[in-house]
């Protein structure tokens, strides 16, 4: 990881690549947020196919793609627009309409917005013969046509102890697909980075080997186009497309199979038949496969039958890499500071870390402001409210006296014994860091001393953490043990 040596410069800028990145990031921030408030159909039809313009100077430039939708948008959903806008930048920022019809070539590869996961239930907008194509390209198109995420890559994945035996997985599937590692069945709960995986298997099989026949779905898109089969009176094309024309099936979050038992037969069939051909097949879902409830047995089974491998939360460490590797995505450069602040206190999911970091992002982008730690945990704090309010002075001291094992009274009293020092002036720091409290505050809390020695503790700490290992440890169990407080 590098961070930048100066303090000052908390933000890297090149302008024009990171005004871009950062118009993108809310783009996508702000049509993921609109899919919770609208219906399908307008959100399909108005939201969905918006571009990126700018964002600059408090003002998200977007293009919609005709004239009649632009001017249809500003008339009914401006204030909509807005509204999401300061929501995503926590009180900023208007969203300014344009029609450029430039940005809206049919070419969707690099887009690849991802559907938030309650529109997977939908059919999908497109014609079902362009599901599966993915690499079969069409004489005239440019690109080959794909529903993969193109950040979804291996590269843009971070390995840590948490998810390095499924990352294993899915590299050695790639190399040796359709051996003994299939299935592979990943599983793990919201946001711990199975979809990215099994995106990232697609592209590094489709990067081997670009005739490979790959299928990205969704269990609900495989569920809805079933149906449709069955509706429509296809089921024999439905059938051979996915028992015959496949080469690797990836299909994201099987727990939703759940209870439907004719789709489940369908799927039980294709995934015999593919396994019987050595096809390689990989499955998600938000539990190992013997707990999901209102699954066959007999297909239970089957899925365990090749490598099943979890996804747990990344630990502190891996979170801060992650987001490292995130912020160079997005082309923003945040001091260690803010990213270890991020890391520490966000601790649900990598998703939730990311939500973060991106919101971050386009804060700083429509002010034009770097980001520090200050502004991370002001923007951050409808978010940490629950984990901050847990905790109070009386138990940072009770915390770190335990863990330097020195009495509650020394570390309030006035010896300057090198044990009790350190642990009272970690102790001041956590203060200062987690506990929206003045210097004058905490120097009353700490035996009425002085607010110039709360800040010269709380300096020689920050300085001395930067050096130090042992105390970059010490501070980051104490951290952990504050924030895990329960009430
Ligand atoms: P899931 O499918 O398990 O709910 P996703 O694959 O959608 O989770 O991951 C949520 C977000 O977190 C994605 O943007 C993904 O890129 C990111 N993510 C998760 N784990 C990692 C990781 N180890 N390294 C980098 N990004 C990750
Ligand atoms: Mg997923």
């Not at 069955?230 to 024999?236: A, L, N, P, T």
């Not at 590797?325 to 939730?352: F, N």
């Not at 770097?370 to 901050?388: C, E, I, M």
Request: with cysteine; charged share 25%; glycine share 6%.
């Amino acid at each position: 990881m590098t961070f930048p040596d100066d303090k000052n410069v908390q933000l890297n800028r090149k302008p024009s690549e990171n005004a871009r990145s950062h118009a993108e990031n809310m783009c996508h921030q702000l049509i993921g947020a609109a899919r919770l408030r609208l219906s399908l159909f307008v959100w399909e039809g108005f939201f969905r196919p918006l571009k990126p313009v700018s964002c600059e100077n408090g003002t998200l430039t977007l293009s919609a793609h005709s004239e009649f939708h632009c001017n249809w948008l500003k008339d009914h959903y401006q204030p909509l627009l807005d509204e999401l806008c300061a929501e995503e930048t926590g009180g900023l920022g208007v969203v300014n309409l344009v029609h450029r019809p430039e940005l809206h070539v049919k070419d969707e590869t690099d887009v690849a917005i991802e559907a938030p996961s309650d529109l997977k239930g939908q059919p999908p907008s497109t014609a079902d013969a362009e599901l599966l194509p993915l690499t079969r390209s069409k004489p005239d198109a440019p690109k080959p046509q794909t529903r993969l995420n193109g950040r979804y890559i291996f590269d843009n994945f971070v390995p840590g102890p948490a998810n390095q035996m499924a990352y294993a997985a899915c590299q050695a599937v790639v190399e040796h697909p359709g051996s003994q590692y299939s299935p592979l069945f990943l599983f793990g709960s919201s946001g711990m980075g199975k979809t990215h995986l099994l995106h990232a298997i697609g592209h590094a099989t489709l990067a081997r080997n670009p005739k490979a026949r790959v299928v990205y779905m969704s269990t609900e898109e495989w569920v809805n186009e079933y149906i449709l089969s069955i509706r429509e009176k296809r089921f024999d094309a439905f059938r051979a497309k996915y028992r015959r024309d496949v080469d690797l099936l990836l299909i994201d979050d099987i727990q939703f199979l759940a209870g439907k038992s004719a789709s489940q037969d369908a799927f039980f069939h294709t995934f015999n038949e593919l396994h019987e051909a050595h096809r390689q097949i990989v499955v998600t879902a938000d539990k190992y496969p013997h707990e999901i409830e209102g699954l066959e047995e007999r297909l239970r089974t089957r899925l365990s039958w090749g490598l099943v491998a979890d996804l747990r939360m990344p630990d502190i460490e891996t979170r801060i890499a992650i987001l490292d590797r995130k912020a160079q995505l997005c082309g923003v450069t945040l001091e260690r500071e803010v990213l270890e602040y991020l890391g520490t206190h966000i601790s649900s999911s990598v998703r939730e870390l990311e939500g973060a970091l991106l919101r971050l992002s386009a804060f700083s982008s429509l002010t034009g402001q770097p980001v520090g730690l200050a502004d991370a945990r002001s923007y951050l704090k409808p978010l940490l409210r629950k984990a901050s309010e847990r905790i109070t002075v009386n138990k940072v001291i009770d915390l770190a006296a335990s863990y330097f094992d020195v009495r509650r009274e020394d570390l309030l009293g006035k010896s300057r014994q090198r044990q009790i020092t350190l642990a009272r002036q970690v102790a001041m720091t956590l203060c200062r860091v987690h506990l929206e409290k003045s210097l004058p505050e905490i120097g009353r809390a700490f035996g009425g001393r002085d607010h110039s020695t709360v800040l010269a503790s709380v300096r020689k700490i920050k300085a001395n953490k930067e050096k130090d290992i042992g105390l970059q440890t010490t501070w980051r169990r104490l951290e952990k043990a504050l924030l895990n407080t329960e009430t």
